[in-house]
């Protein structure tokens, strides 16, 4: 019997009301790859979402970066035009000197002129003059022979005189450059010992480092060292060092109970020479002492730049004008001058 067209209309009725029977429909006319051909295209998918997600996230880092670069490209730019404006600058300055080294060398080279026209018109004056008193000159030029060795022997005597006279120059310059050295030297041991007594006058500059300071005199100082030397605390190379400390200051700590003494070295401009006797030192008493906090300390108005760089990493206390600064503290530039003690 044919399928007609009235057949078709009436399947696709009865699909209609039972939808089940839809399903088993198309799993008879498509066949088991058809039907999987939807999950699969779900993975295939995730996997493209997956691979879409890396991706976006690949190119946020690259833009990421990207913005990094420029913006150290901007301060290299930045750093660059300053370098270069300054390079312009020194051009311009370098271009103006030049530019009046030539007008100074034009000036010279026109009064150069003039003075050459004027020594050759002398010069034909002189030739003619020649011509006609030739036998005239041979006479006057044997005396200008003679005149011209009078001179030249008066000459060398002049330069050996000069020459004895720029010895002479040179020795007395040697001598005052010494002298200023040492006028140099006398200044600085005298501003020092100034500072030293300064510091070791007034107990209360380390009242930020110490509660109730009191500097111990020098020979309250070699007595403490020669203490800790027959206790066996120290050894003899140690007691020396600590006995030509530029001072000991003792307290109580400002933080918490007990005792403290500072070991300070005392300087108008503190070196690293200083920070590192003033580290030693301090060491060498906080092992003879260790129930006592023991501080090194560089007091001084001035410090210099590598002395600040030491401190910070050798522990060691910076004390200028009333101040107390921490190793960490120290700054990298002076700090402003105060107006109390």
């Given at each position: 019997?044919?399928?007609?067209?009235?057949?078709?209309q009436?399947?696709?009725?009865?699909?209609?009301?039972?939808?089940?029977?839809?399903?088993?429909?198309?799993?008879?006319?498509?066949?088991?790859?058809?039907?999987?051909?939807?999950?699969?295209?779900?993975?295939?998918?995730?996997?493209?979402?997956?691979?879409?997600?890396?991706?976006?996230?690949?190119?946020?880092?690259?833009?990421?970066?990207?913005?990094?670069?420029?913006?150290?490209?901007?301060?290299?730019?930045?750093?660059?035009?300053?370098?270069?404006?300054?390079?312009?600058?020194?051009?311009?300055?370098l271009?103006?000197?030049?530019?009046?080294?030539?007008?100074?060398?034009?000036?010279?080279?026109?009064?150069?002129?003039?003075?050459?026209?004027?020594?050759?018109?002398?010069?034909?004056e002189?030739?003619?003059?020649?011509?006609?008193?030739?036998?005239?000159?041979?006479?006057?030029?044997?005396?200008?022979?003679?005149?011209?060795?009078?001179?030249?022997?008066?000459?060398?005597?002049?330069?050996?005189?000069?020459?004895?006279?720029?010895?002479?120059?040179?020795?007395?310059?040697?001598?005052?450059?010494?002298?200023?050295?040492?006028?140099?030297?006398?200044?600085?041991?005298?501003?020092?010992?100034?500072?030293?007594?300064?510091?070791?006058?007034?107990?209360?500059?380390?009242?930020?480092?110490?509660?109730?300071?009191?500097?111990?005199?020098?020979?309250?100082?070699?007595?403490?060292?020669?203490?800790?030397?027959?206790?066996?605390?120290?050894?003899?190379?140690?007691?020396?060092?600590?006995?030509?400390?530029?001072?000991?200051?003792?307290?109580?700590?400002?933080?918490?109970?007990?005792?403290?003494?500072?070991?300070?070295?005392?300087?108008?401009?503190?070196?690293?020479?200083?920070?590192?006797?003033?580290?030693?030192?301090?060491?060498?008493?906080?092992?003879?002492?260790?129930?006592?906090?023991?501080?090194?300390?560089?007091?001084?108005p001035e410090?210099?730049?590598?002395?600040?760089?030491?401190?910070?990493?050798?522990?060691?206390w910076?004390?200028?004008?009333?101040?107390?600064?921490?190793?960490?503290?120290?700054?990298?530039?002076?700090?402003?001058?105060?107006?109390?003690?």
């Open positions: 019997m044919p399928f007609t067209v009235t057949d078709f009436d399947l696709l009725r009865l699909l209609r009301e039972h939808p089940d029977w839809r399903a088993q429909l198309w799993a008879t006319l498509a066949g088991e790859e058809l039907l999987r051909l939807p999950g699969e295209f779900r993975v295939f998918r995730e996997e493209i979402e997956r691979r879409l997600a890396a991706l976006t996230q690949a190119l946020q880092e690259l833009a990421e970066a990207q913005r990094r670069h420029y913006e150290e490209f901007a301060a290299h730019r930045q750093e660059f035009l300053a370098y270069r404006a300054e390079t312009d600058r020194r051009f311009a300055e271009a103006e000197a030049q530019r009046r080294h030539y007008e100074e060398f034009a000036a010279h080279r026109q009064e150069f002129l003039a003075y050459r026209a004027e020594t050759d018109r002398r010069f034909a002189l030739a003619e003059a020649q011509r006609r008193h030739y036998e005239e000159f041979a006479a006057y030029r044997a005396e200008t022979d003679r005149r011209f060795a009078e001179l030249a022997e008066a000459q060398r005597r002049a330069e050996e005189r000069i020459g004895r006279l720029e010895e002479a120059v040179a020795a007395l310059a040697e001598a005052q450059r010494r002298t200023e050295k040492r006028v140099l030297g006398i200044e600085g041991r005298l501003r020092g010992g100034e500072v030293e007594a300064e510091y070791r006058r007034i107990h209360r500059r380390y009242r930020h480092l110490v509660r109730d300071p009191y500097v111990l005199s020098l020979e309250e100082q070699r007595d403490l060292v020669k203490a800790l030397e027959e206790r066996g605390a120290i050894d003899p190379d140690e007691g020396e060092e600590l006995e030509a400390a530029d001072a000991l200051v003792r307290g109580r700590r400002r933080e918490g109970e007990g005792e403290a003494i500072l070991v300070v070295e005392i300087s108008a401009v503190v070196h690293t020479g200083d920070v590192e006797r003033a580290a030693r030192r301090a060491a060498a008493l906080q092992k003879a002492l260790p129930e006592m906090e023991v501080r090194a300390v560089v007091a001084g410090i210099h730049p590598r002395a600040r760089a030491m401190a910070r990493e050798r522990g060691v910076w004390l200028t004008d009333g101040r107390a600064f921490a190793p960490h503290e120290i700054p990298g530039e002076p700090p402003p001058r105060s107006g109390g003690l």
